[in-house]
């Protein structure tokens, strides 16, 4: 038998995004499981500097979830054993699902 309960997936945007463009991002295709499944989109607590060098699609609407450079920035083909703003960032989702559920 089929249940009538959906799926829940929490939704964790990428760097220099935030819940909100995530959510304008993903529109087809909740759409097309709406039926399946609830989104949860989260934003993360960091807001992100603006480059000097690069024109802001969005600003005010940045934000990433740790940072990988001691400048507040963060890049994914920087390796690094710096994660500030992580630990923000997990206690951040952790009272996110404990006051949304699951």
Not at 9 to 28: E, M, N, P, V, W
Not at 29 to 57: C, M, N, W, Y
Not at 80 to 99: P, V, W, Y
Request: glycine fraction near 6%; hydrophobic fraction near 30%.
């Amino acid at each position: 038998s089929k249940s009538s309960t959906k799926l829940k997936i929490l939704c964790l945007h990428g760097y220099r995004q935030s819940a909100k463009i995530f959510r304008d991002k993903t529109g087809a295709f909740r759409k097309k499981f709406k039926s399946l499944a609830e989104f949860d989109f989260v934003t993360a607590p960091h807001p992100v500097k603006s480059l000097e060098d690069q024109e802001v699609t969005n600003p005010g609407e940045q934000f990433g979830w740790w940072f990988s450079r001691e400048d507040g920035y963060y890049k994914s083909s920087h390796v690094s054993e710096l994660d500030n703003g992580m630990q923000e960032s997990l206690e951040l989702i952790h009272s996110h699902i404990l006051e949304h559920g699951p």
